[in-house]
């Protein structure tokens, strides 16, 4: 019995990671069409571009060493005032989530209340905080009060969201065994579903207070107080080494709270 | 749960005594923070503008409707900016995420020296947010697009290196040591054992955070680097509010359309 050769290959290729060659073939003209048609619109300044490399590096220079002590009263006030910003809208967009996501769990409330707390959530989703803080610093006058109501209303959407969908999740024969025990609401709510979304909302509710230290360093640059602000002031100075102090602050303090947050979420569960 | 003896017999409570104490104890102490803190706030806060707060929302709101739709004549070229801004971003990221993650993931890590200097590029790329790292780009290169970009890319490397690395460290080793097996050397063995597992995760990880850089790309404008972000500010600065609703209505348009997209996207990949 003779084999042609042929039949037994002596090579092999990698199969392509998209099968059909059609839809893969369009996917790579299709991007290579739009990436030079993005370069080529794209208005960029070159010259000005070299220009700011000697910019660039006398700002990286300035992280050598970063100047701590010039403006270090300004920098701690700013830093406190990040720090209780992130406390009191933590606080207060909990404790006006925990209403609305009770109203937004579809096996306690009524229809009504559901569609009404789930566009409550929706509409807060809707825009980045750092938009909201715009028209809170419109209405409410440059200041901390601005970034507090406007990341108040994104932990609303964050925190009443995961608090809805954990509630949805629970254990239904808990629940019922607490209702045969002729519970009332506040007793149902309080024994049975409770205890159940608790060790998940305590470890959120950190993680929402990381999140938010974060973003009061950022609402400060639309007026809305905090380290943020700070920060601002310095570039417009061109204290780069103020700055370079102030973020390496911000990195220092969101990654001791980002090692607390992850270790109090396990500790918790 | 304990129950505690009392002359009319045994009463249940939730807590013990001393439980209930400490648990007091602790709302105490939170209470105290959070007083402190709001003294922090309020300090620095001029009532008379916030009291007069709701008369100016319904003045700003009236004067926001309708929305100018004949502004959107104006609005395309910075939308694919914002576009522009974001894709482009993504792909840098990806491109430096690559070897970050390889370097970074236990198993494909060349020296536990290099590790620690990956893991620090990620903690440092995540832990600055990308409107900061625009407002230094921009500073550095000028007012545009190019600073945008940049700061997308720079943000996203830590995301998409992070989800990457973990994907490779979570990867099955008997195809790895099979191909190992036939001779292959270490670059082949990655090219061959390792890649192949994780390009649906890179894929994946790449719409995802395309999508989340759509969103971030629409804000960037606030410092000047470009996209609708700094439509947005010019309107809000010269009080334009009727062309700043538009704004919003296209900014909400765009994040819906990407959410879409990703979520097809992804869910034809895995």
Redesign the interface.
Known sequence: MSVAESDFPSSWKKPPFIKSPLLRWSIIIGSAIYLALAFGTMDVDWERAAEGLPRGKRFIAAFFPPNFSDNLGVMWDGIFESIWMAIISTVAGIALSVPIGLGAAKNLAPNWVYLACRSIIGGSRTFPEIILAIFAVKLFGFGPFAGFVALSIGTIGFYAKLLAEDIENINPSQAEAIKATGAGWWQWINYAIQPQVMPRMIGLSVYRLDINFRESAVVGIVGGGGIGATLNTAFERYEFDTAAAILLIIIGIVMVLEYTSGYLRKWVQ | MPLIETPDGPVWKRRATKETLIRWFFWLIALA??A???K???D???WF??QD?PR??AD?GGRMIPPKFSYMSRLWVPV??TL?IA??GTVIALFIAVPVAFAAAHNTTPHPIVRTIAIFII??SR???S??WA??LV????P???AG?IAIGLRSVGFCAKLLYEGIEEIDHTQVEAIEATGASRAQQMV?GIV?QV?PTF?GIGVFRWDINI??S??LG??GAGGIGLE?SGS?NTLAWTQVSMI?LV??STVIVSEWVSAKVRGAII
Not at chain 2, 139 to 142: D, H, M
């Open positions: 923070v959070i402190y803190a709001w922090g706030i309020s620095k806060t001029i503008f916030v707060a100016q929302a700003i694919w900016d522009n894709t482009l903690v440092s832990s600055v947010n409107l900061i407002l230094m500073f550095i290169f000028g545009g697009v190019l970009t061959f192949p390009l894929a969103r971030e629409t804000i606030l410092v947005l809000i919003l900014i909400l």
